[in-house]
C-alpha cells in the first residue's frame, strides 16, 4: 500500500492529513482521559470496575470526546482521501461550511460512534482485564512503563478488529457525505467486495491505533502515578 501512494502521487503523500490529525488528536486525547477520570471517580471511586463496566467506561468517554472533535476527523478524512485540495484545517472548515453546511461536518456520526466507542470500550476491557491478571509486583514494577505499553497493544489488537468495519463504512461516508448514508455504504461494500471489504486497511489501521493507544495510555499511566492520583 505505501508504495502504490509513492508511485501514484508522491512520497509525502504518506503525511497526508497530519495536520487535522494533531488538531484532532492532541485536544481529543485530552478530553477523553479528562472525561475517563471524571467517569470513573464518580462512578468507581471505591473499587476497581469489572469487565461490563470497564466497557461503557471507555465507551462513554469515548463517545464525548468524538463528538466534540468529529468535524477535525471528517476534515483529517477528507485530506488522506486525496479528492479535495484543502490548503489548511481552517481553510477546510471554511469551505465545507460555506457549501455543505454545518451538517457536512458531523457527517459518518453513526459510524464514527459505532467505531470509536465500542474500540474504546473493548480495548479499557482487555486493558484492564490483562492488567488485573498479573502478579501487582510485575505491575507496580520499574518496569510498569513496559508493562503498560504490553498491554495497550494487547487491548489495542483486539480493538482494532473487532470495530475494523464500522470504519471502513465512516470513511466511505465522511469522503462522500452527499452521496452515502450508512445503510447505504454498508450495501455497497458488500455487494464489491463481500465481507472482506469490511476489513480493507485493517493492517496500517490496527498498527496505527494499537500504537497510539498503547503510547497515550502508558504516558496516562505514569502521569497519574507521578501525581498520586489513582488512575
Known amino acids: 500500500m505505501p508504495n502504490q501512494v509513492i508511485k501514484t502521487e508522491k512520497f509525502f503523500s504518506l503525511w497526508k492529513g497530519v495536520s487535522p490529525s494533531f488538531v484532532r488528536c492532541i485536544p ?21 470496575p469489572n469487565a461490563g463496566e470497564a466497557v461503557l467506561l471507555g465507551a462513554g468517554a469515548r463517545s464525548v470526546a468524538g463528538v466534540c472533535m468529529l468535524p477535525f476527523t471528517v476534515i483529517k478524512t477528507r485530506f488522506e482521501s486525496g479528492c479535495y485540495n484543502y490548503g489548511s484545517v ?38 484492564s482485564q490483562t492488567k488485573r491478571s498479573l502478579p501487582h509486583e510485575v505491575a507496580s514494577s520499574p518496569y510498569a512503563p513496559l508493562v503498560n505499553f504490553s498491554c495497550g497493544v494487547i487491548a489495542g489488537v483486539m480493538a482494532s478488529l ?18 452515502w448514508r450508512t445503510v447505504d455504504a454498508i450495501h455497497y461494500i458488500y455487494t464489491e467486495n463481500g465481507v472482506r471489504g469490511f476489513f480493507r486497511g485493517a493492517v496500517p489501521r490496527s498498527l496505527r491505533r494499537t500504537l497510539m493507544a498503547a503510547m497515550a495510555w502508558t504516558v496516562y499511566e505514569q502521569l497519574m502515578a507521578k501525581m498520586g492520583l489513582k488512575s
Not at 486525547?29 to 476497581?48: C, E, M, N, P, W
Not at 472548515?93 to 453513526?110: D, F
Open 162 to 179: 473487532a470495530t475494523q468495519p464500522a470504519d471502513v463504512v465512516k470513511t466511505h461516508i465522511q469522503v462522500s457525505p452527499s452521496h
Open 28 to 48: 481529543g486525547v485530552g478530553i477523553y482521559f479528562s472525561t475517563f477520570y471524571s467517569l470513573k471517580q464518580h462512578f468507581f471511586q471505591d473499587r476497581a
Open 90 to 127: 481552517v481553510g477546510a472548515l471554511k469551505s465545507m461550511y460555506q457549501t455543505e453546511g454545518v451538517r457536512a461536518l458531523y457527517s459518518g456520526l453513526t459510524a464514527t460512534l459505532l467505531r470509536d466507542a465500542p474500540f474504546s470500550g473493548i480495548y479499557v476491557m482487555f486493558y
